[in-house]
């Protein structure tokens, strides 16, 4: 018994191995990336396509992928949210080295320095409040990862979920996507959120300019 035992155990030992190994192969870095262009494609298409205002496809969806090497790394956003240098209001995903290592892709949704601190500052808690309950939603299905808000000190990263890889690399994309899309139905309360600070900003410029000019005289 003793010896069946010790070839069961050296079976199932070479099997997982040898399932890791084609896990491995599976999950490579070039799959990602190519992976990544045809859903920044499926996406610029679905945009441009979409005729139901209550779709989160609808409106205009700029796609946005780092040149010259575009890679598993591409950013969502709409014009008014000021993404045109890849470091402003957008909705995130990557796959990249850390990530395939870790067997964990991102999705995320970041305002970065492309705005002002002030703007920031009043950006990412009103919006993450507003998001809460729709994220605690969205983690009722493990397998795509549980939601988390993040009110850095730096004020750039409102939300992230780490999306657990499928059995393949096609079967993780169809996660991120999922994920994604997700972030995408919330373009409503992202632009209302825009709106209301910037409104703000105009007010405390209003003010401003009135006191100064109350001084003056």
Not at 39 to 57: E, G, I, N, Q, Y
Not at 207 to 215: A, D
């Amino acid at each position: 018994n003793s010896r069946v035992d010790n070839i069961m155990c050296i079976l199932t030992t070479k099997s997982a191995a040898a399932a890791e190994i084609k896990t491995q192969q599976q999950h490579q870095q070039a799959h990602y990336d190519d992976l990544f262009h045809l859903l920044a494609v499926r996406l610029r298409s679905s945009s441009s396509s979409s005729s139901s205002p209550s779709s989160p496809d609808a409106g205009i969806w700029e796609v946005r992928q780092e040149k010259p090497h575009p890679g598993a790394y591409l950013h969502v956003s709409r014009f008014n949210w000021r993404d045109y240098n890849m470091n402003g209001i957008h909705l995130e995903a990557y796959v990249l080295n850390k990530q395939i290592q870790a067997k964990e892709a991102v999705v995320a949704l970041h305002c970065e320095s492309g705005w002002p601190l002030e703007f920031r500052q009043k950006f990412v808690p009103q919006i993450s409040e507003r998001m809460r309950g729709r994220l605690e939603g969205w983690s009722c299905y493990r397998e795509y990862g549980t939601w988390k808000l993040h009110v850095s000190n730096e004020m750039m990263s409102v939300c992230e979920v780490r999306v657990p890889f499928g059995a393949s690399p096609d079967e993780t994309m169809e996660r991120i996507e999922r994920q994604l899309r997700r972030l995408m139905t919330l373009s409503a309360d992202i632009d209302d959120v825009i709106a209301n600070c910037l409104h703000d900003e105009v007010e405390q410029e209003n003010t401003s300019s009135l006191t100064l000019t109350k001084e003056q005289v």
